[in-house]
Nanobody, 121 residues
Framework: QVQLVESGGGLVQAGGSLRLSCVAS????????MGWYRQAPGKQRELVAV???????NYADSVKGRFTISRDNAKNTVYLQMNALAPEDTAVYYC???????????????WGQGTQVTVSS
């Protein structure tokens, strides 16, 4: 069984910063990618940033230049540094990872439980 556990959400004023963390644990043979999505009230879940293993990071246009995704592969951890936060960044942020639990020939997408980020104006 694989688990993703996020931390670091909270309430911050506009212009502030937060750092989210997500740790993957359990039966992990290989990780293909790790990333962050978010879902605001009444909206669909959307990609924020993704960091493929050995690949190029990718960001939603709305967060480019403000958010930075990074990974610590030794710790199976992905981070999201969020700067210059704005009220429209308010959402539940979900970590996800494409993990091969037993080999590198089969991957499954796993999701964390989500962490609330609220930006006040």
């Amino acid at each position: 069984q694989v688990q993703l556990v996020e931390s670091g959400g909270g309430l911050v004023q506009a212009g502030g910063s937060l750092r989210l963390s997500c740790v993957a644990s359990g039966s992990i043979f290989s990780i293909k990618s790790m990333g962050w999505y978010r879902q605001a009230p009444g909206k669909q879940r959307e990609l924020v940033a993704v960091a493929p293993t050995g690949g190029t990071t990718n960001y939603a246009d709305s967060v480019k230049g403000r958010f930075t995704i990074s990974r610590d592969n030794a710790k199976n951890t992905v981070y999201l540094q969020m700067n210059a936060l704005a009220p429209e960044d308010t959402a539940v942020y979900y970590c996800n990872a494409d993990i091969g639990p037993y080999s590198s020939s089969y991957y499954r997408r796993y999701w964390g439980q989500g962490t609330q980020v609220t930006v006040s104006s």
